[in-house]
């Protein structure tokens, strides 16, 4: 029983090694891309509020409530998405002697909010009436995710159309009657502008209610196909 076991496994190997090893010929590899400059339709901002000083628990309540103030005004505004980030109590350290490790001197605390909507104007008021009590970290535009899903859509079309005439041209080219996929995939990308980042400002600059000059631009969407095709033979 053993012996027969063991010469069927060895039958079963010694196939699996023959149908690795056969050739493959007359495959191609291809690269197709397609792109478009889609327009920004989406603006999203963040701002944060930070305090600093001996008395942490006193410092997280001023921050807690600047941002639930902050919050509670964007949602009274239609179309303005709002959504806390990142909350951070971090300790501050003074300068100790030659001897000593330098001693605590104080906390800071700071969190963020993100805000995001299709109507520029409106988003941007709200900004510069909230740098009243919040500071702005940055500001940005983006494609929202329905404009994204279309334009992608389109540019996978055109991708796809792209390749099949590169393949078909390939053939021909070779004085072959066609080709056959073996196998392709699809990547897609978009390429926003950088955020406009707003740090460092003074006190004064923070506690302006006027709103920033904004333009929205565009952004490229990009598809590409990456596949293999193998000819056929005449």
Excluded: C, H
């Excluded at 891309?33 to 603006?43: G, I, Y």
């Excluded at 001023?62 to 505004?77: G, H, L």
């Excluded at 196998?183 to 707003?198: D, E, K, V």
């Amino acid at each position: 029983m053993l012996r027969t076991f063991l010469a069927g496994t060895l039958l079963v190997l010694s196939t699996t090694v023959i149908a690795e090893e056969t050739p493959r010929y007359d495959r191609i590899n291809l690269s197709v891309e397609a792109s478009e400059e889609v327009d920004n339709d989406t603006l999203v901002a963040v701002l944060y509020a930070r305090e600093e000083g001996a008395n942490a628990e006193q410092i997280s309540r001023q921050v807690n409530q600047r941002i639930s103030a902050a919050v509670a005004e964007a949602k009274k505004i239609k179309g303005v998405k709002v959504q806390t980030l990142d909350y951070s109590t971090q300790p501050i350290y003074g300068k100790g002697s030659f001897s000593n490790a330098p001693k605590l001197s104080g906390w800071r605390v700071q969190q963020s909010i993100r805000l995001e909507s299709k109507e520029s104007a409106t988003l941007s008021r709200l900004v510069g009436d909230l740098q009243k009590t919040l500071a702005v970290n940055s500001i940005s535009y983006t494609v929202s995710p329905e404009r994204r899903k279309t334009a992608q859509d389109k540019m996978i079309s055109a991708a796809i159309k792209n390749f099949k005439q590169r393949a078909t041209l390939i053939s021909k080219e070779m004085e072959r009657s066609g080709y056959r996929l073996v196998s392709m995939s699809i990547n897609t990308s978009g390429f926003a502008p950088p955020p406009y980042m707003m740090r460092g400002m003074a006190k004064a600059e923070m506690m302006s209610d006027a709103a920033p000059t904004l333009e929205a631009g565009t952004q490229r969407i990009q598809v590409s196909i990456n596949g293999m095709i193998e000819l056929q033979q005449q």
